[in-house]
């Protein structure tokens, strides 16, 4: 009797053992799953998304380098650029995909030069895009008149600069893109690669004398900024004076500008999906 009763006490004792080790074993998956889900993933899907930000200014810089052939070409061809929006979901997990826009903006860039007695002022339009991370932190690319810019707000830095010369001190040839959407194919929001087809329509010069003064009208005079602080400009010879607004960017000339020519380059852009 007393054998049958330490065989059935050690059974209990085995069970609740069993059920006890069972316990622990489900109470330290979800505390690992746990930490998965709110240490490491949100840095692994802060790192993929710092990554997608990089290959998209890549391929803007890519993009630039499109508009900039065509403009120096000036034939009637189209070259095609790609565009990645959204990143995938990490695997296993099914958890991370970001969805961002991609855009042609009509007259998002407004620029008057202005002498003595008359001014000249032209607007362009300009391709977006704008990221809709969840981690990182969320980015705009912008080829606005031929100048590209990144912009975290509220600032923005100068990615790359439009075609522009200087001689002569005060000789100034600067080209500007102006970039015209079709209808309906001018906006896409989601995830997958897009493609863009460039073809170049025509060029115009606007020539001016005697240039006193440039005000700009965009949402990133910061960037604007750093052209006209460029290199180029200061090592140029020309002195002047720069006021930075929320939207705005004016620069004054202690001379005048001999001669300014502005060329501008007619550029027309489709959008489309490539593939998912």
Not at 63 to 77: A, G, P, R
Not at 154 to 166: E, T, V
Not at 193 to 203: Q, W
Request: proline letters at 2%; a negative charge; aromatic letters at 10%.
């Amino acid at each position: 009797m007393k054998k049958d009763k330490k065989k059935k006490l050690m059974a209990n004792n085995s069970g609740v053992v069993g059920i006890v080790a069972t316990v622990l074993l489900i109470g330290l998956i979800i505390t690992f799953v746990g930490i998965v889900q709110t240490v490491h993933v949100p840095n692994w899907l802060k790192q993929k998304e710092a990554h997608h930000m990089n290959d998209v200014q890549t391929q803007f810089t890519q993009l630039k380098y499109t508009m900039d052939v065509l403009s120096l070409l000036e034939e009637h061809v189209s070259i095609a650029n790609y565009i990645t929006l959204g990143t995938e979901e990490l695997p296993i997990l099914n958890t991370g995909r970001t969805y961002d826009t991609l855009e042609i903006l009509d007259d998002n860039f407004e620029i008057t030069f202005s002498n003595a007695t008359d001014s000249f002022s032209l607007t362009t339009s300009g391709i977006l895009y704008s990221s809709k991370n969840s981690h990182f932190v969320d980015q705009i690319i912008c080829l606005e008149a031929g100048t590209l810019i990144l912009s975290q707000s509220p600032h923005s830095i100068l990615l790359g600069q439009p075609l522009f010369s200087i001689t002569n001190y005060t000789n100034v040839s600067l080209w500007l893109y102006d970039i015209q959407g079709l209808e309906g194919k001018s906006f896409v929001s989601g995830y997958g690669t897009y493609i863009l087809s460039n073809e170049f329509i025509s060029r115009t010069t606007h020539s001016l004398t005697d240039v006193t003064s440039i005000n700009i009208s965009t949402d990133y005079p910061e960037a604007w900024g750093d052209f006209f602080n460029s290199s180029a400009f200061v090592n140029s010879g020309l002195t002047y004076s720069m006021t930075l607004g929320n939207q705005t960017l004016d620069i004054e000339y202690s001379i005048s500008l001999g001669n300014f020519d502005i060329e501008v380059i007619d550029i027309r852009s489709q959008l489309a999906i490539w593939r998912y």
